[in-house]
């Protein structure tokens, strides 16, 4: 599974734990940021969303302080639902239910391996599917 991944500096070091915990099962491509110096969120998160979008990437991760911000951003865009999750139960129903395809994480608010946990339970649950699928396909406007 290829899985893009990107954040603003307030997520950078959580970004980079993930990769780090998850690079033997997944291949990222990770799109910055680099540092911990401030940045604009928005630019990572479209960059993320694109992809997602354009089916480059079966699933995306998106991280900043809250999560709340590269998660707004995903959803602007056709084809994607961003769920933001900040424990397992969440990120589960979110593709569940939801079928959602990026992962917005709150870097201020989860530790490491709670993040983990949410990423593995998002990335190993499937779409259920029947009900769902109607409620899904009303998403899109």
């Given amino acids: 599974m290829n899985i893009i991944i990107g954040s603003d500096h307030a997520g950078y070091e959580l970004k980079l734990q993930l990769i780090s915990f998850f690079s033997d099962k997944y291949k990222f491509t990770d799109v910055g940021t680099n540092s911990l110096e401030s940045c604009d969120y928005p630019d990572y998160a479209h960059q ?23 998660n707004i951003t995903a959803n602007k865009h056709k084809n994607v639902r961003s769920a933001l999750s900040w424990i397992p139960e969440i990120a589960k129903l979110a593709r569940e239910h939801n079928n959602a395809n990026i ?25 259920e599917g029947g009900r769902h699928l109607n409620r899904v396909n009303k998403i899109e406007q």
């Fill in 103 to 127: 992962l917005a994480l709150p870097a201020r608010f989860i530790s490491v391996e709670e993040a983990n946990k949410i990423v593995e339970v998002f990335l190993s649950t499937n779409f």
């Fill in 48 to 70: 993320v969303a694109n992809a997602v979008s354009k089916n480059e990437y079966e699933f995306g991760i998106l991280i900043c302080g809250s999560g709340t911000g590269v």
